[in-house]
């Protein structure tokens, strides 16, 4: 056999079957393939898409902060982990009605509603509860915020259950209130920032004021840069008086051995942030405006025109870059909305009271974050102990003259 023809044997494929046989074997191997390929694909895209279905289930956004895990049921626990994601605890519901948590009223101002209403929100985000907001906390509140997301208590047919008591600031257990709880007592008027600091960007959504309210705001903002083009930073200043100065029954400073704000603190103040910003304003409100025109000028601190009411002022505070503050909770929340650097007055109350130690703990009033600075002199809460002591017993003295000595 020539060459020629081995070659033209070998590339007949097998040279045992004839030509007409080898194409109709090709053809049926070649529908075979064109039936399997699809059916595998088929196959493949279907595994691939129920993995991502699983997988998508498993990666749950809790709302919870993170030391306090969503709550389990009748300990239904199942350790999840996927490619995407940490370990987390899914868990079911039991499809069963939860009562909305609510809180306790108060005759607080502007000040203490929102604390109570943000103590309500920091606590029901804390639980995965929804929430209903007192009626007359809910009045007070909605004519200078937008609270339509928050729905109204119906308290003609609202019945207390199990009540959770609060003390005067967060502690673990509050993280786990029991769903048979349906409102929140103990302490009447919260205002510590732990109860709600982990969520603090919905508390500020929740107090977001009225367009009218806002734009008195930007109207004074314009009027100052129209005045002095190269303003840039603008920081609230609040002083508080009024009920804190009394020197006769109800002044709160008095009754709690506590120091009234000095002129030293405002010089300091002023002093801490034009060290940091050069194109600052001082802008300040305050419920003694005398008081106000007559001390603060020398500071550089510009008292603003009366404004129409209490919402007004709080606005202007919260529009602010950065804040300096006295004390009370409406200068608090200025500070807390602003969202910048805030200093606050320090070490006005007398170390060691029940007091201070049992709930105004500065630690527990303010973030760690904001700045206080004390002008309390060495010694002074020293002094003012003998001084008290003197008196004291003067007072003794002076009735023992009463009761030996008859008028």
């Not at 506590?258 to 405002?266: C, K, Q, T």
Request: charged share 20%.
């Amino acid at each position: 056999m020539s060459k020629v023809e081995v070659i033209r044997k070998l590339s007949s494929f097998d040279i045992g079957i004839p030509k007409s046989n080898r194409i109709r074997s090709v053809l049926k191997s070649s529908y075979k393939l064109l039936i399997f390929v699809p059916v595998m694909f088929t196959l493949v895209f279907i595994h691939a898409y129920q993995t991502f279905r699983q997988d998508a289930v498993c990666s749950i956004h809790l709302s919870h902060p993170p030391h306090a895990p969503p709550k389990l049921h009748n300990n239904d626990t199942t350790t999840v982990s996927t490619p995407f994601t940490i370990p987390v605890q899914r868990f079911h519901s039991q499809k069963r009605s939860v009562p909305p948590l609510t809180i306790q009223l108060n005759e607080g101002r502007l000040g203490n509603q929102m604390f109570t209403f943000a103590t309500l929100l920091g606590l029901s985000v804390a639980n995965g509860r929804d929430l209903a907001v007192m009626p007359d906390n809910h009045y007070v509140l909605a004519r200078y915020f937008n609270m339509k997301d928050y729905p109204v208590l119906d308290d003609e047919s609202f019945v207390e259950s199990d009540p959770w008591e609060i003390t005067n600031w967060l502690r673990n257990e509050d993280f786990n209130i029991p769903e048979s709880s349906n409102i929140i007592k103990g302490h009447k008027f919260p205002t510590s920032f732990t109860f709600f600091h982990h969520c603090r960007e919905k508390v500020k959504e929740a107090f977001k004021f009225h367009p009218v309210v806002t734009r008195y705001v930007h109207k004074i903002f314009e009027e100052v840069r129209s005045q002095i083009p190269s303003i840039e930073v603008f920081i609230g200043v609040h002083v508080r008086r009024g009920d804190y100065i009394k020197k006769d029954k109800g002044g709160w400073l008095r009754a709690f051995n506590g120091r009234e704000v000095d002129d030293e603190y405002f010089k300091l103040a002023v002093q801490h942030f034009t060290g940091r910003y050069s194109n600052a304003v001082f802008l300040a409100v305050s419920d003694d405006r005398g008081w106000a025109e007559k001390n603060l000028k020398k500071h550089g601190i510009n008292l603003v025109a009366s404004s129409p009411s209490e919402e007004f002022d709080l606005a202007l505070l919260a529009h602010c870059n950065h804040t300096i503050m006295t004390y009370g909770t409406y200068g608090f929340w200025g500070g807390y909305l602003s969202g910048g650097d805030v200093v606050y007055f320090d070490d006005f109350l007398k170390p060691g009271t029940k007091q201070v130690e049992e709930y105004y703990r500065f630690d527990k009033m303010y973030p760690e974050e904001w700045v206080g600075i004390s002008t309390t002199p060495p010694g002074y809460w020293v002094k003012l102990q003998c001084s008290s002591s003197l008196t004291n017993l003067s007072l003794l003295s002076t009735r023992k003259i009463h009761k030996d000595y008859p008028p």
